[in-house]
T-cell receptor
Framework: NAGVMQNPRHLVRRRGQEARLRCSPMKGHSHVYWYRQLPEEGLKFMVYLQKENIIDESGMPKERFSAEFPKEGPSILRIQQVVRGDSAAYFC????????????FGPGTRLTVT | AQSVTQPDIHITVSEGASLELRCNYSYGATPYLFWYVQSPGQGLQLLLKYFSGDTLVQGIKGFEAEFKRSQSSFNLRKPSVHWSDAAEYFCAVGAGDTGRRALTFGSGTRLQVQP
């Protein structure tokens, strides 16, 4: 059973470009979460999605960031007009249905903005 | 809102020695508590979790943690550390009883193991 998959693993963008990060949840999981880890810090929650629905986006910056989890295909975290402060590791996690189910994390995408 | 404090940023222990990593949380109700481990450049792996019931929980790789409500703590322990345990350890709290699924993480404790 494949784990949570994220791609690309490393992404370099110049300031002003767009970054698209992809996450395929574990088989059978319908809940996806995105977290951001700045250097030397813990993970910070960004958004929680189910298929075709954003459930909790309380951690998402108000501008330039968006997320989706379509009926078919992976979840996408999109960052428009990236700035140097967006450089971080972005982790996706997935879980089964119950709120007591643990979240399984992917290997992360390391975004570098030059 | 919940919060997590890991007071030790960096800990060094000798191989074979015992280990305790501290975690204090703030949450009004009974929290869901987790310990994750992260190796350099990798994602997070769940070591153990507490939702309810027995306050001493066993995890993978020989780790255990004890939930102490009176101290708002969930410290991670291992009786004998192996060199492969060198990594960063994160404590996290969830408010699963509210239906909210976002986890709040501590800032992590980096464990170094000396031969």
């Amino acid at each position: 059973n494949a784990g949570v998959m994220q791609n690309p693993r490393h992404l370099v963008r110049r300031r002003g470009q767009e970054a698209r990060l992809r996450c395929s949840p574990m088989k059978g999981h319908s809940h996806v979460y995105w977290y951001r880890q700045l250097p030397e810090e813990g993970l910070k929650f960004m958004v929680y999605l189910q298929k075709e629905n954003i459930i909790d986006e309380s951690g998402m910056p108000k501008e330039r960031f968006s997320a989706e989890f379509p009926k078919e295909g992976p979840s996408i975290l999109r960052i428009q007009q990236v700035v140097r402060g967006d450089s971080a590791a972005y982790f996706c996690a997935s879980s089964h249905d119950s709120s007591s189910d643990e979240q399984y994390f992917g290997p992360g995408t390391r975004l570098t903005v030059t | 809102a919940q919060s997590v404090t890991q007071p030790d940023i960096h800990i060094t222990v000798s191989e074979g020695a015992s280990l305790e990593l501290r975690c204090n949380y703030s949450y009004g109700a009974t929290p869901y508590l987790f310990w994750y481990v992260q190796s350099p450049g990798q994602g997070l792996q769940l070591l153990l979790k507490y939702f309810s019931g027995d306050t001493l929980v066993q995890g993978i790789k020989g780790f255990e943690a004890e939930f102490k409500r009176s101290q708002s703590s969930f410290n991670l322990r291992k009786p004998s550390v192996h060199w492969s345990d060198a990594a960063e350890y994160f404590c996290a709290v969830g408010a699963g009883d509210t239906g909210r699924r976002a986890l709040t993480f501590g800032s992590g404790t980096r464990l170094q193991v000396q031969p």
